[in-house]
């Protein structure tokens, strides 16, 4: 059978548990219809960037499936129907990845705090602006202000 990942976001005034309650309902929906979730991750709420529907935030979810074809779109079908879900993303894939998504790997690093002792960004050197080094050597003075 064709192996495909799915994400899709729900409401973001949904509880956790609803969210997930959601994982569980298409994954039922996938078995109903043939096919069976590999894996399953629930990414949390996470800030859009444009509104859907009037909500900034929403509940993400992640789906590893192996099914037939008719059972993703009768799972996307009642996706879209679904009041609580936004937005679906279906795409076929040669295979699966191992271990956990990208997006919870981002997440572990960031609960570990595996940043530099220096921050984020890293060493910035002389880049940036002139604040430390007077004034921009480029201008005169500045006129007087009345």
């Known amino acids: 059978m064709p192996l495909y990942e799915h994400v899709f976001i729900s409401r973001q005034d949904l509880s956790n548990a609803?969210?997930?309650?959601?994982?569980?309902?298409?994954?039922?929906?996938?078995?109903?219809?043939?096919?069976?979730v590999v894996a399953s991750e629930y990414w949390g709420v996470?800030?859009?960037a444009?509104?859907?529907?009037?909500n900034r935030k929403g509940h993400y979810a992640f789906l590893r499936s192996d099914a037939p074809a008719a059972a993703v779109q009768e799972m996307e079908r009642l996706m879209r129907l679904h009041d609580d879900v936004m937005r679906v993303l279906t795409v076929r894939v040669d295979g699966h990845g191992e271990g956990?998504?990208?997006q919870m790997q981002k997440r572990d690093e960031r609960e570990r705090g595996d940043r530099d002792e220096r921050g984020d960004r890293g060493d910035r050197g002389d880049r940036g602006g002139f604040g430390d080094r007077g004034p921009r050597p480029d201008r005169g003075p500045r006129p007087a202000r009345f």
């Open 18 to 36: 609803q969210a997930e309650g959601l994982v569980e309902h298409f994954s039922t929906v996938l078995a109903d219809n043939g096919g069976k």
């Open 46 to 48: 996470k800030t859009m």
């Open 50 to 54: 444009y509104k859907i529907n009037k």
């Open 100 to 102: 956990p998504s990208v």
